[in-house]
T-cell receptor, first 111, second 114 residues
Framework: EDQVTQSPEALRLQEGESSSLNCSYT??????LFWYRQDPGKGPEFLFT???AGEEKEKERLEATLTKKESFLHITAPKPEDSATYLC????????????FGTGTRLTIIP | DSGVTQTPKHLITATGQRVTLRCSPR?????VYWYQQSLDQGLQFLIQ???????AKGNILERFSAQQFPDLHSELNLSSLELGDSALYFC?????????????FGPGTRLTVL
């Protein structure tokens, strides 16, 4: 069964304290891995798409990387406004285009 | 702002009732997806439409149905509502032609069944 697991479930960091979030997946045929940011009561906001192992994408304080079994979202010198739930999702190579989401990492940045 | 709009923002109704949720995709997007997000289940794919045709089904209950109209807006119909149907319902759309197929989400409709 295709699975997406995110860790940790929750993470509290001091402002400026860098860290990484993990997304591991067990799927047969990955078409793409997506990272989203979700604020409470809002829709997920698209951040990155990664397609092949070794690929890296950057956006402001965020950097996403992909290996054959997992993806990391590294946050450098975070600010309080980076507090949110970060979701990863996979899209399979064959079949429909649905996204299968992990349960997310709830990130809190303390000023 | 993703460009995807959903109405209403909030909906409060009683068990056994029927409701309709509406979604307008981003300009030019032909695919519309519906997802349900509950506290214990996370984001779950329900159904996808592409240019008016049903393309894929996920964990959608028989009491739920959807359609996409010629102007590409979509409606999700939920009937015989139960307490467990209380959740956030999101619509997403994806680009007309893209090898990347990112999905852009709307702000959601919060459904509360009492």
């Amino acid at each position: 069964e295709d699975q997406v697991t995110q860790s940790p479930e929750a993470l509290r960091l001091q402002e400026g304290e860098s860290s990484s979030l993990n997304c591991s997946y067990t799927v047969s045929g990955l078409r793409g891995l997506f990272w989203y940011r979700q604020d409470p009561g809002k829709g997920p906001e698209f951040l990155f798409t990664l397609y092949s192992a070794g690929e890296e994408k950057e956006k402001e304080r965020l950097e996403a990387t992909l290996t054959k079994k997992e993806s990391f979202l590294h946050i450098t010198a975070p600010k309080p406004e980076d507090s949110a739930t970060y979701l990863c999702a996979v899209q399979l190579d064959f079949g429909n285009e649905k996204l299968t989401f992990g349960t997310g990492t709830r990130l809190t940045i303390i000023p | 702002d993703s460009g995807v709009t959903q109405t209403p923002k909030h909906l409060i109704t009683a068990t056994g009732q029927r409701v309709t949720l509406r979604c307008s995709p981003r300009s030019g997007d032909l695919s519309v997806y519906w997802y349900q997000q509950s506290l214990d289940q996370g984001l779950q794919f329900l159904i996808q439409y592409y240019n008016g045709e049903e393309r894929a089904k996920g964990n959608i209950l028989e009491r739920f149905s959807a359609q996409q109209f010629p102007d590409l807006h979509s409606e999700l119909n939920l009937s015989s509502l139960e307490l467990g149907d209380s959740a956030l319902y999101f619509c997403a759309s994806s680009p007309k032609r893209s090898s990347y197929n990112e999905q852009f989400f709307g702000p959601g409709t919060r459904l509360t069944v009492l």
